[in-house]
Each structure stands twice: as C-alpha cells, then as structure tokens.
C-alpha cells in the first residue's frame, strides 16, 4: 500500500468516524436496554405476565371467536376501532389488539390484551409514554419521524465505511504487533490506541452486522412504502373504484380463508381496512412461517373485508423480507437469553470502541492545535 493510499484510507476513516460517532454512542447506549425490553416490560409489568392467564386450562383448550375478542376490546374502549391484532410467536394464548379514532391515525393508540381462550382482559400493555418508549424513540428517529430515521440511516452507512476502513489500515498495522496486542508499557494514547484498534477488530463482524440492520430498519419506513406504492397497489387495483365499506363483515371468517389458503402457517398480526398495510376494502391477514429461518417473516393475504373471500395472496419482495430478518437480529432476538446477554456484551465494548477513538481525536487535535 502506498503512502498516498494510506492517506486517503486515514482521511476517510477519520471523517466517516468523526460524523458518525456521536450518534453511534446513543443508539449504543439506548440499543442496551431495548436488548432486554421484553424482560423489561415483564418486570415492570407493562407486558402480560403468565400468571395473568388461566394457566390451569389445558394447552388444546377452545378458543374463543376473534369477533368476540373485537368486541371485549371495543368494550372498553367504544370511541376507537380496530386497527391491528396480534400474537406472540411463541404463546397463542393472548390476541393483542390495537385501537384507534381511526384505522389510519396513529396517535392515541390503546391496546387491550385478551386472553383467547377465556376473553378475559388480562392487560392494557402502555403503546405511548414511559421510560421505555422514550428511549425507543430516541433510538429509532431521534424524535424526529422519518426524517431523523432517513438521518439515522445515513450515519449507519457511514459507519459501515469507517469500519472497512479501519480494517484496511490496521491490516498493515498487525505485521508490526501481535493480534489484538496492546501495549502496556507506552504512553497512555498509545495504549489506548492498542485497544481502540483490538477491540474495535475483536467486535468487527458484531458491529457490522448491527450497523447493517440499522441500517436497513433506518431506512424501513422508505421500504414499505415502496411496497405500497408498488405491490400492494396492484393487489387491492379491482377495488380501486368501488363504494367505501359501510360495515366490516367477521374477523374470524376473514381468518379462516386467509389460513385455508396458508395452513402451514399461523397469524403474525392483522392490519383492519385503512391501515397502511391493507386496504379500505380488505383484512391484511400477515401469516408467519413455521420454521425457524420463516417464523421472523410473513405473507400477506388479503381477505375482501365484506365477503370473506381471499382475492390477493404474494410473497413479500426481498427488500421486506430482509427488513423482517434484520429487525430481530438488531437486536439479538433469535437465540434467547444467552444472545441477548452476547449481544449486550459486544454492545458495550463497541461503546469502547467509540468513546476511544473520539478520545484519540481529541487527544491529536489538542496536540495539532498546541
């Protein structure tokens, strides 16, 4: 490598760093707690707790109409509609169901968890305020929507490019020490440059996997919106002229065509007519897979809302299905308790990393400046 090469790759390791950094500290910093925020949501009893439920009823026992399940919902709730229901994909026994003034405002939203063997309301998890949220949205668009999240993604990439070329200059670096080898006995930037440099190469396939799913779950609200604009659009066209629903038929039978036509696959979430991932005409039924590799992702199949009758039913672009895979690996959600406390271990010594390297700025440029 030139000494020329070797310039340009520091330059643009220092800028891309320097832009990015910042920013990396706070989603690292809030990335930590979203790790565990479902164990979070359990100790503080935002989430439903198994205790809440009938545990003494049998796993096979009959569950109750998912029209039943709207009507306990809107029960408690009689000036909002139905927007979104969901479950667990591992525990079948709660329908989720998400409320609103109408099927596409998002603000104001309650959620009612109902236990679908008994329809009993078991809770009423928090969609808006608490700690938790706070730092959720902090997380994903710094407070502000799609733009901070279009920002948010561009700062990604630029760590994605700081990265390789950090790899690049500390290739040559590794023939003159020893792997991850830090030097004890020299000055304090040095040493911290030592483990700037080990750690940042011990955590590198980590950081880049998270710093590329943030950047594709950055960039997700572009990404479905493309889907809209393009695919979707063309599924619900032969509605595109007809008369607004003047009342939605069952919920149970728009269910029931969606799974006679995917019986291999179990419910991911429901989007109600008016949502942005259905149609003012149509149930989006969204069917996970049920192997390991699928589970994470889904199908839709849109059900005529008045009729019950499957009319649409493709597999989701590529963009979208990376976008499912990348939202839980972000975050460690694939392997359990033991990955999410490996993922919280490399999220702290990348922090390391990012505190080290803007000291080693600071410490260069005080001197420069001296």
């Known amino acids: 490598?030139?000494?020329?090469?070797?310039?340009?790759?520091?330059?643009?390791?220092?800028?891309?760093?320097?832009?990015?950094?910042?920013?990396?500290?706070?989603?690292g910093l809030t990335g930590l707690p979203l790790i565990f925020e479902h164990e979070i949501a359990h100790l503080t009893g935002t989430d439903v707790e198994p205790d809440q439920l009938a545990n003494e009823l049998p796993a096979d026992h009959p569950r109750i109409s998912l029209d039943r399940v709207m009507d306990i919902a809107i029960a408690e709730y009689p000036d909002k509609v139905g927007m979104f229901v969901s479950q667990d994909m591992d525990d079948d026994r709660v329908w989720y169901v998400t409320l609103s003034k109408a099927a596409h405002l998002e603000e104001g939203l309650k959620q009612v968890?109902?236990?679908?063997?008994?329809?009993?309301?078991?809770?009423?998890?928090?969609?808006?305020?608490?700690?938790?949220?706070?730092?959720?949205?902090?997380?994903?668009?710094?407070?502000?929507?799609?733009?901070?999240?279009?920002?948010l993604g561009l700062m990604g990439f630029l760590l994605l490019i700081a990265l390789v070329s950090g790899v690049v200059l500390y290739a040559p670096f590794m023939?003159?020490?020893?792997?991850?080898?830090?030097?004890?006995?020299?000055?304090?930037?040095?040493?911290?440059?030592?483990?700037?440099?080990?750690?940042?190469?011990?955590?590198?396939?980590?950081?880049?996997?998270?710093?590329?799913t943030g950047v594709?779950?950055?960039?997700?609200?572009?990404?479905?919106?493309?889907?809209?604009r393009t695919q979707l659009a063309d599924m619900v066209a032969p509605y595109k002229d007809k008369a607004p629903l003047q009342q939605l038929g069952s919920l149970q039978a728009a269910v029931d065509s969606a799974l006679a036509l995917e019986p291999k696959r179990t419910i991911q979430f429901i989007a109600f007519p008016g949502t942005g991932f259905s149609s003012p005409h149509h149930y989006g039924?969204?069917?996970?897979?049920?192997?390991?590799?699928?589970?994470?992702?889904?199908?839709?199949?849109?059900?005529?809302?008045?009729?019950?009758?499957?009319?649409?039913?493709?597999?989701?672009?590529?963009?979208?299905?990376?976008?499912?895979?990348?939202?839980?690996?972000?975050?460690?959600?694939?392997?359990?308790?033991?990955?999410?406390?490996?993922?919280?271990?490399?999220?702290?010594?990348?922090?390391?990393?990012?505190?080290?390297?803007?000291?080693?700025?600071?410490v260069k440029y005080r001197k420069v400046d001296a």
């Open 285 to 362: 039924v969204f069917l996970r897979g049920s192997e390991p590799l699928t589970a994470h992702t889904s199908k839709p199949v849109l059900v005529d809302a008045s009729t019950a009758q499957v009319t649409a039913s493709e597999s989701l672009p590529w963009y979208l299905t990376a976008l499912q895979v990348s939202q839980p690996l972000h975050f460690g959600d694939y392997g359990g308790m033991p990955m999410k406390i490996i993922w919280a271990v490399l999220d702290i010594l990348t922090l390391i990393v990012l505190g080290s390297g803007l000291y080693l700025w600071w």
């Open 216 to 228: 594709i779950n950055a960039w997700g609200e572009l990404l479905l919106m493309n889907w809209q």
């Open 113 to 151: 968890a109902v236990d679908a063997r008994t329809g009993a309301i078991v809770a009423e998890p928090a969609l808006e305020g608490g700690v938790m949220h706070f730092i959720e949205s902090l997380h994903v668009d710094l407070f502000a929507g799609l733009p901070g999240m279009i920002f």
């Open 1 to 27: 490598m030139t000494k020329q090469s070797i310039r340009t790759w520091v330059w643009l390791h220092k800028w891309t760093s320097l832009v990015c950094t910042v920013f990396m500290l706070i989603l």
């Open 175 to 212: 023939r003159k020490l020893g792997f991850a080898q830090v030097r004890s006995h020299k000055e304090k930037s040095t040493k911290w440059l030592d483990i700037h440099n080990a750690l940042g190469i011990v955590t590198l396939v980590w950081f880049f996997v998270v710093g590329g």
